[in-house]
């Protein structure tokens, strides 16, 4: 149990780093960053998360907020399972997860 927790919190944070990073280097890309090469790489890795946040969402929403939308909800999704990490190792004890 503790591992998959492990793994969800991780594929969790990954997703986050991948959609603040595009949006930094396309702070500092500016409008050639579809030419970037590591936009484009960040991009690709963060369209998991992107593709599941328009599906969910609304078609009212726009897709120029669907990267703001999908980070508001990963990191609700991190609260959660980290909460759960610390209900499950107090349950079983602090010495079991570390």
């Known amino acids: ?8 919190k991780s594929l969790i944070e990954l997703s986050l780093l991948f959609i603040v990073g595009r949006f930094l280097l396309g702070l500092l890309a500016g409008a050639k960053r579809n ?10 890795a963060a369209k998991p998360a992107l593709w599941i946040t328009r599906r969910v969402s ?4 726009l897709d120029q907020h669907i990267p703001l939308a999908a980070a508001s909800w990963l990191l609700i999704a991190w609260v959660l399972v980290v909460k759960l990490k610390i209900d499950f190792c107090l349950q079983t004890g602090v010495a079991a997860c570390q």
């Open 58 to 61: 609304p078609k009212l929403i």
């Open 1 to 8: 149990m503790l591992l998959a927790i492990v793994i969800a």
């Open 35 to 44: 030419t970037n090469i590591f936009w484009q790489m960040l991009d690709i």
